[in-house]
């Protein structure tokens, strides 16, 4: 929760939510473990057998990023939903927040469009970004053969 704070100043999850979060059958959650500090987690959801998932959360450790952490934990939870055979996943990401905005899109999300003052109490906009989970996959095996 520590990094949770830290990552979301203004509208971190509470430990309520964080809890339930980490407990629901319905959640797939990857934790970056640095000698024994959570450096970094992401999470997904994906209910067994639906066509979509979506990406919940990522954070990463002010010291760790720049390192290709968040991309790290990205692409796990993408191949998690693979597996599980989901066609798309979503997520929203603040509209102040061009890295996140530009590690996505190079992973081939898209914009669908905005929810207008989404994040709370920021008044900020929620990029809504989809991304074709099965072109994904054929992509990254395809360059894992090369």
Do not use: C, K
């Not at 450096?39 to 390192?67: C, K, M, S, W």
């Not at 190079?106 to 900020?124: A, K």
């Amino acid at each position: 929760m520590a990094l949770e704070r830290a990552s979301f100043p203004t509208d971190a999850w509470s430990d309520e939510a964080m809890r339930s979060e980490l407990a629901s059958p319905h959640g797939r959650y990857i934790v970056l473990d640095e000698d024994g500090r959570v450096a970094g987690y992401a999470g997904l959801r994906h209910l067994a057998g639906g066509r979509d998932a979506d990406v919940q959360t990522i954070a990463v450790a002010p010291d760790a990023r720049g390192h290709g952490q968040g991309r790290a934990l990205l692409r796990a939870l993408l191949e998690h939903a693979a597996a599980r055979r989901a066609r798309e996943v979503f997520l929203e990401v603040r509209a102040d927040n061009p890295v996140a905005t530009a590690l996505y899109a190079s992973e081939g999300f898209t914009e669908l469009g905005r929810r207008p003052r989404y994040y709370q109490p920021d008044d900020v906009d929620a990029v809504v970004m989809r991304l074709d989970l099965t072109a994904w996959a054929a992509h990254e095996h395809a360059g894992a053969q090369r």
